[in-house]
């Protein structure tokens, strides 16, 4: 009768399920220290202890990994500090994208200039693209450069003079999301095992940092 057998490492890792009879499992290539039992078990989810195939218990946090030697969930600086930077980039690719990571709402910047008050989209490419539309319109001898707000749906033409600072501030309120990147990162890095007593304890300090940025969004 054919049936499911599950093959392991020898460190108790199964990495290959078979469908077939006693038999030709008899006959199976093993390397040293490897072996099989019945049952269909996937190697995401089960590990052999030496007599059964047991369930990995629940992953206590995104950072920990599975020692199979002692067969439970581990932590290691480097790995919570991988973690950590992973997190810190993804956050801020979305701020590039304009959207707050906590909440998904768009990030933006109230500019201020003369009699005008315009609140303006804080992204990567806003104040790049700010920039070329005022460089366009001085090339071309205008005095003023249409601007689309927030909300998209208020074109207002904007001298140039007042056009420029406004520029200036959206150019400030990015630049503070990336200082704010960079402290984050350093914060980080600066975590390192010889400055405290056990690995523990510098892992600790490491999930203390709260990787969150400071924005104005809706």
Same mark, same amino acid.
Not at 1 to 8: F, I
Not at 48 to 58: L, M, Y
Not at 102 to 123: A, Q
């Given at each position: =009768? %054919?049936?499911?057998?599950?093959?392991?490492?020898a460190n108790g890792q199964f990495f290959q399920t078979c469908? $077939?009879?006693?038999?030709? =499992?008899?006959?199976?290539?093993? #390397?040293? !220290?490897?072996?099989?039992?019945?049952? !269909?078990y996937p190697g995401d989810k089960y590990y052999?202890?030496?007599?059964?195939?047991?369930?990995?218990?629940?992953k206590p946090d995104a950072s920990s990994v599975w020692d199979w030697?002692?067969?439970?969930?581990?932590?290691?600086?480097?790995?919570?500090?991988?973690?950590?930077? *992973?997190?810190?980039?993804?956050?801020? $690719?979305?701020?590039?994208?304009?959207k707050?990571?906590?909440? !998904?709402? &768009?990030?933006? *910047?109230? +500019?201020?200039?003369?009699?005008?008050?315009? %609140?303006?989209? +804080?992204?990567?490419d806003a104040a790049e693209t700010?920039? &070329? !539309?005022?460089?366009?319109?001085?090339?071309?001898g205008e005095e003023t450069t249409p601007?689309?707000?927030f909300y998209d749906n208020v074109h207002t033409d904007v001298p140039l003079a007042d056009a420029e600072v406004m520029n200036g501030q959206q150019g400030v309120a990015w630049r503070n999301i990336y200082l704010q990147k960079q402290a984050l990162r350093t914060a980080i890095n600066a975590i390192n095992?010889? #400055?405290y007593d056990t690995e523990d304890e510098a892992i600790a300090a490491l999930q203390a940092i709260d990787i969150t940025f400071t924005v104005n969004a809706e």
């Open positions: =009768m %054919r049936q499911a057998y599950s093959v392991y490492f469908i $077939t009879t006693a038999d030709e =499992m008899a006959s199976f290539p093993l #390397d040293e !220290g490897q072996g099989f039992i019945e049952g !269909g052999f202890d030496g007599e059964a195939a047991v369930k990995f218990p629940e030697d002692a067969k439970v969930w581990t932590l290691s600086l480097s790995d919570v500090k991988a973690t950590a930077l *992973v997190t810190l980039t993804n956050k801020y $690719t979305s701020l590039e994208a304009g707050d990571p906590e909440t !998904g709402d &768009s990030v933006y *910047v109230d +500019c201020t200039s003369g009699d005008y008050s315009i %609140r303006l989209d +804080c992204k990567k700010f920039e &070329s !539309g005022i460089s366009l319109a001085t090339n071309q601007i689309v707000d095992v010889d #400055d």
